[in-house]
């Protein structure tokens, strides 16, 4: 079996359902999203689906590629590291492998359980009364745990936004809360909108700890190892983060030196899909979790999905929505199926093979470029 092909669509400025104001890019607003879908075929007639990177860089290593045996992942991954943004390809290589193997990629990878639960992960700040609200109607569609963003100006409105939703959901649903600290690799100086010094987050995390809340995120810049550590342990809420960290050896740093208790990489941004985990393993051996990140939604979401139903220490998955009932970002629409949670806040696993999921061709063909 070989690499006969490798295909790489554009799905470009798709409108989002509404004009969004992220928390994490104070000031700007989004009216549309683009993304790539993936196509590798094998020689067989087999195809695997994957999302995710820069259309040229994925074109360019993926050209690479060609010829190859698609089980030599370890070698494949040797060559996305050096590919810059391509690791959207790692996701069809396994779901391809899937397919040949005739199982869900869960099973191929550990299969420790079959379904995972859902947190809501929200992209706007948003007033307290709206989150209370928004709260509430996630519950009814089934969610059970929510993720909020705490980038307001100052620490007294972020702590009045996070008790109102606690006041609202009390002990029904999991809480988690997401200071967006780590979004730039160099100075913080260089982080949009406000900047949490090392007192502003241990403020954030008692506050969040007297209410209950499961993990404060990215509460600090993203190399600030020591205020990192020194924050981990000065407080027995989890602290959460590494969305932006690349590499295995980012990881084992930041392990090592006791950052966090929830590690968050993104297999299309810290190593592939695949790759995640060895960061789980680094995980697990320290009691720690691994819960990746992943923003994009759709078939990346899928296969980050199978990677946490694949490991012992990855109990949620993350899933933009913004407000019930709204698929925020266009690439959550591009499988034909939509990921969603139960009404218990589970996702069960596709049982087909590989990813097991099809796409929305129709939606897909209306895009791309």
Same mark, same amino acid.
């Given at each position: ?72 992942? =370890? *070698?494949?991954?040797? $060559?996305? /590291?050096?590919?810059?943004? +391509?690791? &959207?390809?790692?996701?069809? @290589? ?61 620490? =007294? *409105?972020?702590?009045? $936004?996070? /008790?109102?939703?606690?006041? +609202?959901? &009390?002990?029904?649903?999991? @809480? ?19 900047i949490w010094d090392w007192r502003r987050a241990l403020y954030t995390a008692r506050a969040l700890e007297e209410m209950g809340y499961v993990w404060l ?126 009404n218990d806040g589970y996702v069960r696993l596709p049982g087909g093979p590989g990813l097991g999921i099809e796409l929305d061709e129709a939606f897909i ?5």
């Amino acid at each position: 079996m070989k690499i006969a092909s490798v295909d790489v669509q554009y799905v470009r400025d798709v409108p989002t359902p509404r004009t969004l104001h992220t928390a994490w890019s104070p000031g700007t607003s989004t009216r549309a999203s683009s993304f790539t879908v993936i196509r590798i075929r094998s020689d067989d007639g087999l195809e695997g689906l994957g999302s995710g990177g820069a259309p040229d860089a994925v074109r360019a290593a993926g050209q690479q590629l060609v010829g190859q045996d698609p089980f030599a992942t =370890e *070698e494949h991954s040797r $060559l996305l /590291r050096r590919g810059g943004n +391509a690791w &959207g390809l790692e996701v069809a @290589l396994w779901d391809l492998i899937g397919k040949a193997c005739r199982q869900p990629l869960y099973k191929l990878w550990g299969g420790y359980t079959d379904r995972i639960k859902g947190y809501a992960s929200t992209i706007e700040i948003g007033s307290p009364e709206r989150r209370a609200e928004d709260a509430l109607g996630f519950y009814e569609e089934g969610v059970r745990a929510i993720k909020l963003r705490l980038h307001n100006e100052t620490l =007294e *409105e972020d702590v009045a $936004l996070a /008790r109102a939703v606690k006041d +609202a959901v &009390g002990d029904k649903m999991e @809480l988690m809360a997401d200071g967006n600290q780590a979004q730039t690799p160099v100075t913080p100086s260089a982080q949009p909108g406000v900047i949490w010094d090392w007192r502003r987050a241990l403020y954030t995390a008692r506050a969040l700890e007297e209410m209950g809340y499961v993990w404060l995120e990215e509460p600090l810049s993203r190399y600030d190892f020591d205020g990192l550590a020194r924050l981990n342990g000065s407080v027995r809420i989890a602290i959460a983060g590494g969305e932006n960290n690349r590499f295995l050896h980012e990881f084992h740093w930041m392990l090592e030196r006791g950052c966090y208790d929830v590690l968050q990489p993104d297999g299309l941004v810290s190593e592939g899909i695949g790759q995640l985990r060895k960061i789980a393993a680094l995980a697990e051996v320290r009691n720690k979790l691994c819960v990746p990140h992943h923003g994009g939604g759709g078939i990346g979401t899928y296969a980050h999905l199978h990677f946490s139903a694949a490991v012992p220490n990855s109990p949620w998955v993350e899933l933009m929505r913004d407000k019930p009932g709204e698929f925020p970002w266009p690439a959550q629409l591009a499988p034909a199926t939509p990921i969603m949670v139960g009404n218990d806040g589970y996702v069960r696993l596709p049982g087909g093979p590989g990813l097991g999921i099809e796409l929305d061709e129709a939606f897909i063909k209306k895009y791309a470029v």
